[in-house]
């Protein structure tokens, strides 16, 4: 009798001491990076808001929430090396093909991997109507959302 006690308090004693510190991915982690894309007046060159009518990933999933602020903050694909949108404004349509190199990062064992990205120089419009003028790169390496990567001339 003593012996199936001793054996259920080792099984519990080890149960307890399996479980690590990180097991638990703590709210606020480091998550994938959006792209940034800021906007600017293609004859000024000054900074210049926008109000888009609408934004559709092609081929994404999620819902792309329009805000007011002067930059974009969207999601690229992790599992491609090419993400599409499709920008709506005053009724004209213009398709982003943002050309990027993906790189996994491993964060621990219960929040995984996520992915940083590298803008490639192939980014382009696809121009259906032409409201976007000319798209630059203002900095290619996607680590965090502080800093514009795009600059959209409209």
Same mark, same amino acid.
């Given at each position: 009798?003593?012996?199936?006690h001793h054996?259920? !308090?080792f099984?519990?004693?080890?149960v307890?001491?399996?479980?690590?510190?990180?097991? =638990?991915c703590?709210?606020?982690?480091?998550?994938?990076?959006?792209?940034?894309?800021?906007?600017?007046?293609?004859?000024?060159?000054?900074?210049?808001? &926008?109000?888009?009518?609408?934004?559709?990933g092609?081929g994404?999933?999620? =819902?792309?929430?329009?805000?007011?602020?002067?930059? !974009?903050?969207?999601?690229?694909?992790?599992?491609?090396?090419?993400?599409?949108? !499709?920008?709506?404004?005053?009724?004209?349509?213009?398709? !982003?093909? =943002?050309?990027?190199?993906?790189?996994?990062?491993?964060l621990?064992?219960?929040?995984?991997? *996520?992915?940083?990205? *590298?803008?490639?120089?192939?980014?382009?419009?696809s121009?259906?109507?032409?409201?976007?003028?000319?798209?630059?790169?203002?900095?290619?390496? =996607?680590?965090?959302?502080?800093k514009?990567n &795009?600059? *959209?001339?409209y």
């Amino acid at each position: 009798m003593i012996n199936k006690h001793h054996n259920f !308090l080792f099984l519990l004693l080890i149960v307890f001491l399996g479980c690590e510190k990180d097991d =638990i991915c703590i709210e606020g982690s480091e998550n994938t990076s959006r792209i940034t894309i800021g906007f600017i007046d293609y004859e000024t060159k000054g900074v210049k808001d &926008i109000s888009l009518n609408s934004i559709r990933g092609i081929g994404l999933d999620s =819902i792309i929430e329009i805000k007011s602020e002067g930059n !974009l903050k969207l999601p690229l694909k992790a599992n491609s090396n090419k993400t599409k949108y !499709l920008l709506e404004y005053n009724e004209t349509f213009d398709t !982003l093909v =943002i050309s990027h190199h993906t790189f996994h990062k491993y964060l621990n064992r219960s929040c995984g991997y *996520i992915a940083n990205f *590298i803008v490639k120089s192939d980014t382009e419009i696809s121009k259906n109507s032409g409201w976007i003028k000319e798209v630059s790169i203002e900095n290619d390496s =996607i680590f965090n959302e502080e800093k514009t990567n &795009i600059l *959209i001339h409209y």
